[in-house]
């Protein structure tokens, strides 16, 4: 089956930890997006990779890092220095960067 | 800065009645991209509809329509004949034209929908 995943579903963090999210897709999509949502918010865009190798901030980037190392990876780590980490991550990925985005299944991480 | 606004918080519709959800939206820009997305319970987001700002027609997908009025820069969501499967949260989306494909989300709509 095509499509995007993320693991694991629900992730607990203690304070003061770095901890990383998943995201696969076998789509053969170019570009891959992280996004946040919190309650009564829409998504906010934290990173976004157009191609291997190469990826840029979004709107809330700090405190957050990421890599594309694998086209069809595109592993988000939330680092100590992200004051408020509890929330929904939602990956997504296009064909291309300007293409519609569709998304995975997401992740609930909260800080313990 | 572009804006997107969902002023109706939560909807309620009884089923195979219709029922319309509202967007706004802000910007300057005359190339753009419109979307709906749904989010069942599971929180997977799901795209419901997509709409290209330079095509006049309103797109359709199934039971699910939308009303595109540019000069207004109104882009509301028509559910027809609504079924309990439709129960979600739907998100209305922005994405300008051209290189980049950043999208701005509304901050959504609750859809109930009674037996």
């Known amino acids: 089956d095509g499509g995007i995943t993320q693991s694991p579903k629900y992730l607990f963090r203690k304070e003061g930890q770095n901890v990383t999210l998943s995201c696969e897709q076998n789509?053969?999509?170019?570009?891959m997006y992280w996004y946040r949502q919190d309650p009564g918010q829409g998504l906010r865009l934290i990173y976004y990779s157009q191609i291997v190798n190469d990826f840029q901030k979004g709107d809330i980037a700090e405190g957050y890092s990421v890599s594309r190392e694998k086209k069809e990876s595109f592993p988000l780590t939330v680092t100590s220095a992200q004051k408020n980490p509890t929330a929904f991550y939602l990956c997504?990925?296009?064909?291309?960067?300007?293409?519609?985005?569709?998304f995975g299944p997401g992740t609930r991480l909260t800080v313990l | 800065a572009q804006t997107v606004t969902q002023s109706q918080p939560e909807m309620s519709v009884q089923e195979a009645e219709t029922v319309t959800l509202s967007c706004t939206y802000d910007t300057s820009e005359s190339d753009y991209y419109l979307f709906w997305y749904k989010q069942p319970p599971s929180r997977q987001m799901i795209l419901v509809i997509r709409?290209?700002?330079?095509?006049?027609q309103n797109a359709t997908e199934n039971r699910f329509s939308v009303n595109f009025q540019k000069a207004a820069k109104s882009f509301s969501l028509k559910i027809s004949d609504s079924q309990l499967g439709d129960a979600a949260m739907y998100f209305c989306a922005y994405r300008m034209g051209g290189a980049t494909n950043k999208l701005i989300f509304g901050t959504g709509t609750l859809l109930a929908v009674q037996p």
């Open positions: 789509l053969n999509h170019d570009a």
């Open positions: 997504a990925s296009s064909w291309t960067n300007t293409d519609t985005q569709y």
């Open positions: 709409q290209e700002a330079y095509k006049q």
